[in-house]
């Protein structure tokens, strides 16, 4: 039995997003919905979408999403097209196409009162240099401000404030889970947590380590700050692919449904280990 909110928490990881997809679809097969969803950066796409359709049929959604023309176009541009736009910007990419695919999704004016289970998503404020969470107002907006990484889109403004991708100060953002009263968190993760650092090698291998290190310990200190009546379950991905670490990963759309199909089989064999099924289809 389920003895308080169940929380859906989706970490950031860009194109590894996929894994949470295979998450999603284990979660709702193993009976279990999300009275609320807490995402950052690509789990903030992914979980926006969950939170306007908490039912197993929208990871077909998201497959649908994740394999589309339009995903791929987010970072399709051609090389020269983005050093072209570098040189004279502070970004790779466009915002277009990641915004067209939202608010085909979700809804040109969609707000976050929409949605069907309450949803937050995180953004690191420029001005303030602080974590910022949004939980009302246009939908589309907060999720491209949640996901607007440094270097390949360009910051969000809203309402004369600068946002950009929320990983950059809470990439798991479990502790946002339990501030709003969840007593079972399920942590979907793209698996970096899953691997062991090593000392870089080469230079762009300096500034991820660093990240990681970030990232991890943050996520280890709210794992180990956690009151003892709430219970979390960090999903496996089901492994990694070694061009996961390549500089241009991040644009790698090939191994979707291998990701997604080995993140499934991976987090229902955990759920069957480790987590009582849930009778019947929901809570």
Sequence with gaps: MVDGPVAFVLGGGGVLGAVEVGM??????????????????IGAVNGALVAADPAEHVTERLVRLWTSPEAAAVYGDSLGRQMRRFAARTH??????????????LGENATFADLKVPFHCCAASIERAAEHWFDSGPLVDAVVASSAVPGLLPPMEIDGEHYVDGGIVNSIPIGEAVRLGAKLIFVLQVGRVERQLSVPRRPWE???????????????????????????????????????????????MAAVGRRISRAYT????YLTANVNPLPGPGR
Excluded at 266 to 269: K, L, M, V
């Design 206 to 252: 300096v500034a991820q380590v660093a990240f990681e290190i970030a990232r991890r310990h943050r996520f280890a200190r709210e794992l180990a700050s956690l009151p003892d009546d709430v219970r979390v379950h960090v999903l496996p991905s089901g492994g990694g692919e070694n061009r996961d670490d390549s500089p241009w990963a991040y644009r790698d």
């Design 266 to 269: 991976a987090s229902r064999r």
């Design 24 to 41: 999603l679809r284990a979660l709702f097969r193993a009976g279990f919905r999300p009275d609320m969803v807490v995402g950052t950066s």
């Design 92 to 105: 790779l990419h466009s915002p277009r196409p990641l915004r067209r695919l939202l608010e085909s999704e």
